[in-house]
């Protein structure tokens, strides 16, 4: 996992990209509309990264990244790997629906039920469906104290670190450097923002408020009941069964989840030209997990006329990748001669450079190696029709 997060912010510390990209900054070029903007913020975005500062004290930052990258990734690995389980009785569940008790490893004894309160749809389920306020309080303080013990240090670690970050790139803050992307450019703009906000919305939210304690007092026969972080979700259910007659579980049967996921994965396959195939899941943090293979159709569809289910699309991406880098191309010209088409400027920028020449250059050698006789230049170029 640290090598792969190590990668991914390592995408932006790539000098020859920078370098180019750069440098056709600097020509001033005539841009205007979606070109212009997304030219200068990848410049923007680089300069956020620290490529602008010296060595070292962009290494640095480049480092705090990755640490903080890390620790975010630990931080929620934490709260998966917290299984949680929860048993309830069928009385204590009075209110959940049918389907959720027919769903595999919900049922696991005599009147028990394991509820997992990592899983967001069975916690979402319970806190919606249940009428014991006391069940849908015990799963929402375990829930939200998934990994406690563990993340705790993990978050305090984390601010320190947005805290160094911000300071090395320049910024006062860490909420100043994550709003300069955003409409409120800074942090003061976003906090005056959510307070005027909060303001603006207090007055329908005590109506919101009232309405669903008054369904509370009515439940529990006391007028001066309060609705608790546990049972928003539960009355506003309420809320809108009864005022709006919008039932989620009756609107169930007519979206089964099969169906919706078939439908789904059949407008993605025609759209972009994929293919979703279901395999064998290595492991299971949930009984009825499902995990597919997403390939390039239109490679799949040639290999399976050649009757070849061993080999998988992406392969060839790889093992093209591998062969310009043992020939000594830069991974951007491989990167670049991989993509499809030259949508925006930025891209079109390496046209402007030696890229596309040495891009050129690259499948024109592809080329000769593709459709060289093996025998005659010990490459191993294996026909795939024979290969096994």
Same mark, same amino acid.
Request: charged letters at 30%; glycine letters at 4%.
């Given at each position: ?40 913020e990848t410049m923007r975005d680089y300069r956020r990264a620290g490529l602008d500062l010296p060595p070292e004290k962009k290494k640095e930052v480049e480092q705090l990244r990755k640490d903080l990258s890390k620790l975010g990734t630990d931080f929620d690995k934490n709260i998966v790997e917290a299984k949680a389980p929860v048993v309830f009785t069928k009385a204590e569940l009075d209110g959940v629906p049918d389907s959720f008790f027919a769903s595999p490893g ?72 994550? @709003? ?107 009984? #009825? ?9 239109? @490679? ?8 070849? #289910? ?8 790889? @093992? ?69």
């Open positions: 996992m640290t090598e792969g997060v190590d990668w991914f912010v390592g995408i932006d510390y790539r000098e020859d990209v920078y370098k180019a990209i750069k440098a056709f900054a600097d020509s001033h070029p005539k841009l205007s509309g979606e070109d212009e903007k997304l030219l200068t919900v049922k696991t004894g005599d009147d028990a039920y394991t509820v997992m309160a990592s899983v967001t749809w069975q916690y979402m389920t319970v806190e919606e469906n249940a009428k014991s306020e006391a069940t849908r309080k015990k799963l929402y303080v375990i829930h939200d104290a998934l990994a406690k013990d563990t993340n705790v240090s993990v978050l305090n670690q984390m601010l320190a670190l947005r805290n160094k970050i911000a300071l090395r790139l320049g910024y006062k803050s860490w909420d100043d450097y994550q @709003t300069e992307t955003r409409m409120a450019k800074t942090g003061a703009n976003a906090k005056k923002y959510i307070n005027d906000l909060t303001t603006g919305i207090q007055p329908k939210f005590a109506a919101e408020v009232a309405e669903m304690e008054k369904m509370k007092g009515a439940d529990t026969k006391d007028p001066k009941a309060k609705v608790g972080t546990w049972d928003w979700r539960y009355y506003q259910n309420q809320v809108n069964k009864q005022k709006f007659t919008v039932d989620k579980e009756a609107l169930r049967v007519f979206f089964p989840f099969q169906k919706v996921l078939d439908g789904m994965f059949a407008i993605y396959q025609n759209i972009f030209g994929l293919k979703f195939e279901q395999i064998a899941a290595p492991y299971k943090w949930i009984d #009825d997990l499902q995990l597919y293979l997403v390939s390039d159709a239109a @490679t799949g569809a040639v290999l399976d006329r050649m009757g070849r #289910d061993d080999i998988v699309p992406h392969g060839f991406r790889s @093992t093209f990748r591998d062969w310009a880098a043992e020939r000594g191309y830069p991974d951007a010209v491989a990167e670049a001669a991989l993509a499809h088409s030259v949508p925006d400027a930025v891209v079109a920028a390496y046209k402007r450079t030696t890229f596309f020449e040495l891009r050129k250059q690259l499948m024109d050698d592809w080329a000769a190696f593709a459709t060289s006789d093996p025998a005659k230049t010990g490459d191993n170029v294996v026909e795939l029709r024979t290969a096994q």
